[in-house]
């Protein structure tokens, strides 16, 4: 069935759910990519020859190019003329470029034996540039053939995609006791499974391509980021993306580094230790149990999510109590992290999965919040913008991640890293606490009183038709998946 990517959406049932499943299915692929060489890039830059410090400092690759490639790609899915449709020639292009860097990424070290680092480095941020060109349209497409009707449920299943993908991703880890020795194979498994998915995608999801008068007007290659000034300016926005900075601040230890926590910390082993040695089998144990617990929290989170979006769509609990509990949670996990776990396998996964319920919070409140304030806007035939301001609250992920990434760097640039990272938590428990406190004051009545309002010159654009310039890691989307 072909359907037009642009227009108002039609009412009643356009596509069969099991067809729009299809369409976002590739979104388990990209969580499976985001769980499997998140955590695994640091140790993998470290047994390439890297000191622990820089080794951190290059993951701030992900910060940087999120918070350009997605707006940029989003902003180019939604004005693509191309006879192919605007959605499906980025993700093509993200897909084949990803292949060429994963795979050169990942061989480097077979291609260039103990000078690998010099060629690994530098290719992981065009890998990072890749995936976040490939993932950002899925959900724009999955909402352009879903009826008005069908929206809500699309992102029920977005949320359901990327739950298992991160199992499954998690997952891929257990197949070899020491992933990193065995990068190329792992990523050639997972090129092939975005490979069928985007295919799959391809074969049901057939686009109208739009007209050159269908197009957004562009407004150069940093339009799609000159507006994030004025999606900051309402006092609401202001306060959320502070709380959303310093979350991310907490998770991105979990995100990116609780697999060396594990590993380095809990099980004090070591993965350039020699093959056979003691604490080269401690960190294959503690990679195995770091993908355990990935593959638990991935289970909690479809359950939590499930919870949060009951509560908030049949209580008057007001969003702010919702959200504030969240990050308490993931505080105590990272100071108990930091100074309880120690060598204690079990308790770290429980830290982990807790963690985890952060997580669900930061992605589900703040947009729903955002969301609803917009609603009520648009009831009103006020001037919204909200795909926008999901991107502002998207690259305040980005802000707390390089916050983290810097100051565990500068860190490990002095201790040792198994005691780095346990001070790297100490820190994110603290920023957990901040951002708690923080949230507890938010003024979350703004949706019942007024709207957020922005003063960008794209205004009263559907969100369907700018959703390609939200990027969500997921989510699940452009930011790693917890």
């Known amino acids: 069935m072909a359907v037009s990517s642009g227009g108002g959406k039609k009412s009643g049932v356009v596509v069969p759910m099991w ?16 769980s499997f060489i998140v955590p695994n890039s640091a140790p993998y830059m470290k047994h390439l020859g890297a000191p622990a410090a820089l080794a951190t400092l290059n993951n701030v690759a992900g910060p940087i190019t999120g918070f350009f490639t997605g707006p940029l790609a989003g902003a180019y899915s939604d004005s693509c003329t191309l006879k192919m449709g ?42 990072d540039v890749t995936i976040n060109i490939m993932q950002t349209p899925h959900r724009a497409l999955a909402a352009d053939f879903a009826s008005e009707e069908q929206q809500f449920l699309v992102q029920i299943m977005f949320v359901f995609i990327g739950g298992c993908g991160n199992f499954v991703g998690f997952s891929i880890m257990m197949i070899y006791d020491v992933p990193i020795d065995h990068m190329l194979e792992l990523m050639g498994i997972i090129f092939a499974l975005n490979l069928v998915l985007v295919g799959m995608q391809y074969i049901v999801a057939k686009e109208i391509p739009i007209e050159k008068s269908e197009a957004l007007e562009s407004k150069g290659c940093c339009g799609p980021l000159s507006g994030l000034g004025d999606a900051i300016s ?56 770091f993908a355990f617990g990935g593959q638990v929290k991935s289970v909690v989170s479809l359950f ?40 204690n396998g079990n308790f770290a ?58 100051f565990l760097a500068g860190i ?26 923080a949230t507890l004051f938010l003024d979350d009545s703004a949706g019942d009183d007024e709207a957020v309002v922005t003063t960008t010159d794209e205004e009263n654009t559907s969100e369907e038709e700018t959703a390609g310039q939200t990027t969500t890691d997921g989510e699940y989307t452009s930011v790693p998946a917890c």
């Not at 084949?96 to 941020?125: C, K, Q, R, T």
């Not at 009951?310 to 990272?334: C, E, K, Q, V």
């Open 234 to 289: 309402h006092p609401v926005m202001k306060h959320l993306a502070f709380i959303q900075s310093m979350v991310w601040v907490g998770l991105m230890c979990w995100v990116a580094y609780g697999g060396q926590w594990f590993a380095n910390s809990v099980f004090e082993g070591d993965e350039n230790a020699p093959e056979g040695s003691v604490k080269k089998q401690n960190y294959a144990d503690g990679m195995q149990e």
């Open 86 to 127: 605007r959605r499906r020639p980025v993700i093509l292009f993200g897909l084949i470029s990803f292949a060429i860097a994963g795979l050169i990424f990942s061989g480097a070290e077979h291609v260039l034996g103990d000078n690998g680092i010099w060629l690994a480095a530098p290719m992981y941020w065009v890998l």
């Open 19 to 34: 067809k729009l499943f299809l369409i976002a299915l590739p979104q388990l692929g990209v969580n499976v990519l985001w």
């Open 304 to 343: 939590f999510t499930l919870v949060i979006i009951f509560i908030m769509s049949n209580t008057s609990i007001r969003p702010r109590l919702i959200y504030a509990p969240t990050i308490f949670i993931g505080a105590t996990a990272s100071l108990l992290a930091a100074m309880v776990v120690g060598h």
């Open 412 to 437: 490990e640039s002095w201790i040792a890293l198994d005691k780095a990272l346990l001070i790297g938590f100490m820190m994110a428990g603290v920023a957990f606490i901040v951002a708690g406190v």
């Open 349 to 406: 996964v429980i830290c982990m999965t807790m963690a985890e319920i952060t997580c669900v919070g930061c992605f589900s409140v703040p947009y729903g919040m955002v969301a609803s304030m917009n609603e009520r806007a648009a009831r009103e035939g006020k001037q919204v913008s909200t795909a926008l301001q999901m991107a502002l609250l998207n690259c305040c992920v980005t802000v707390g991640q390089q916050v983290c990434t810097m």
